[in-house]
């Protein structure tokens, strides 16, 4: 039997898009109010409020209306300018590619860089910034999803607030699968979005921002005004009272009021520890089949994706072709310099359920055998549950 590809796969296993939670797609198909009713714009007063006690930053949270590589753009365009010198922490391919948006603002680049399958030390990015003291905004991806690796970034934050630059953090899919916010980790101006960990569509962005960073957007001439990219004309967008800059999306907005209910009524911590434990059990999985992580220490191997190298010889599109077309299971590819050597299996929001190995292992090793390549996928299956059992 095969699934055709363009009927829908069984299973949807990927690092995002993920597959939105009930809740979420009976949020998104709630009445769409006009965005000036009072009703909507209450809606909005309370999605900020609810956003702001698990972003944790200083100041309200501000949503921009469009998928999370907007507010990333947008925090570039905003927060850097001419004068500016960036210390870019690079450990994959989205950290990687803050640089061409930092580098529109005229910003110096100054770069950090470890191998993709490695994560920052902070002793390391304490002596760059003792190197150039001049530096005025670090920039971190927490978890690069094109190599699965989450990267420290309390102590690193804690190395950037000593120093005094900004700290910039691409939380995208880390965040509401692990833990990472504002306040722990003195973020001035973190980057998320709903459509990983917290189980949404994509189409919106989140920002936590700090006073630090506000005033810094405030003070830069080259921050976009009366653009898509404006941070600063959605400051006070948050309060009912206020004007919206252009019409949000109202049912993303809802969407995402259900993915947060969902988050807050299951509790954060139970949350990241179903994400950790979906992972830990895939790992466990991936090397009793006789394969190899991508991440070259598994300590820091996150828990919302596990991305799997791809064994020699075997063409990494055509294995994950055979997993949909075998089994209906659906995986994400590597990006830029990972595309073709590994393999991602998502753990993000309804998809991080520890059960979900057992398939993302089965079709993973089904795969793989169908190809020729030699894997136990019988003792996959087995470390896999006995990781779940001792979870
Ligand atoms: C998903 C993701 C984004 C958003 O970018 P897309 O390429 O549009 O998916 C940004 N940063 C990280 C780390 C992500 O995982």
Known sequence: MRYAPTASPVLTLTT?????????????????LYDYDP???????RVSEKLAGVVKAQTMPVILHGEPVLGLEAAAASLLGAGDVVLNLVSGVYSKGLEDWAKRSGAEIVELAVPYDRILDPADVARALEARPDVTVVSLCHHDTPSGTVNPVEAIGAVVRAHGA?????????????????????IDLLVTGPNKCLG?????SILGVSERAWAKMEANPTAPRGSILSILDWKEAWRADRPFPFTPSVAEVNGLEAAIDLYLAEGPENVWARHALTAKATRAGVTAMGLQLWAAEESFAAPTCTAVRTPAGIDEAALRAEARARYGVVFSSGRGETLGKLTRIGHMGPTAQPIHAVPALAALGGALSALGCRVDVGAGVAAALAAIDAG
């Open 16 to 32: 995002g898009p993920v597959d939105a939670y009930p809740a979420v797609l009976r949020g998104l198909a709630t009445t769409v």
């Open 39 to 45: 009703a909507f714009q209450a809606t909005y007063q």
């Open 166 to 186: 900004l700290f910039l953090v691409d939380a995208v899919s880390s965040f509401g699968g692990m833990k990472v916010d504002a306040e722990s980790s003195a």
């Open 200 to 204: 949404c569509p994509p189409g919106l």
